[in-house]
């Protein structure tokens, strides 16, 4: 079954430096209807004004994910981290028995675009962590590759969790499969373009339940970038 997620039907909040749109409940906005699915918590799509971010703040027992869609994202951490995320890298913070971080878009009239994403970790009390890794788009291209994996299999970032991340590029005639084990769930976050979902069509910022299926078949593609999970039920 899938039950379909419209873009506009998403939480929204504009604090002037920062736009952001919550597919599930998170901070002022809640929805008993979209509050997680499965271990998947949060999709966040963010859009931070130049000179502006996040300051230092914290986080435990959460496998993080930073995927940066336009604009550069400043990354500093209690870890000793200090990075840059440029569209194309899968950034995985595991944030166990507490770590306090800080992301700024440090670019000068040019808006940092990203998803964060927050799935419950397996185990709790573990020793935070980082992983960045970049995914080039040919890998993307017309596949769904795995970009976050609990073991890092196909050069994906490790992540305490039992789920699995992956990401596509499609146009035209370029299709793709995944297959599902009908006793876990399922996520289908469209990020911008147009797909079809199992023969369901949708658009930027549309998503997919999915639950009681053994397989997801994308097709008909337009200028469509998507995310797709599989996650615990």
């Not at 000068?108 to 675009?113: N, P, V, Y």
């Not at 964060?116 to 995914?135: L, R």
Request: hydrophobic fraction near 35%.
């Amino acid at each position: 079954m899938l039950t379909l997620r419209k873009s506009q039907s998403r939480g929204r909040a504009d604090h002037g430096w920062l736009k952001s749109n919550h597919s599930f409940s998170f901070a002022d906005y809640y929805d008993p209807d979209h509050s997680g699915w499965g271990n998947l918590l949060v999709i966040n799509e963010d859009v931070i004004a130049p000179g502006t971010g996040f300051g230092t703040h914290g986080h435990r027992d959460m496998e993080i994910i930073s995927y940066v869609l336009s604009g550069q994202l400043a990354h500093q951490d209690s870890m000793g981290n200090i990075k840059g995320i440029p569209p194309g890298d899968v950034q995985r913070m595991s944030a166990g028995t507490g770590v306090r971080h800080s992301e700024f878009n440090h670019a000068e009239g040019e808006t940092t675009h990203f998803l964060q994403i927050w799935i419950t970790p397996k185990q709790k009390g573990i020793a935070p962590g980082y992983e960045q890794k970049t995914i080039p788009a040919a890998k993307k291209r017309g596949t769904l590759c795995l970009v976050a994996s609990p073991d890092g299999a196909q050069d994906s970032v490790a992540m305490n969790a039992d789920a699995a991340l992956y990401s596509g590029l499609f146009d035209g005639d370029e299709k793709a499969e995944l297959i599902l084990n009908p006793a876990r769930k399922a996520y289908v976050h469209l990020i911008r373009g147009e797909l079809e979902v199992n023969g369901q069509r949708i658009s930027g910022g549309d998503a997919f339940k999915i639950e009681n299926e053994s397989k997801i078949t994308l097709t008909n593609g337009k200028d469509a970038e998507v995310l797709v999970f599989d996650l615990t039920a």
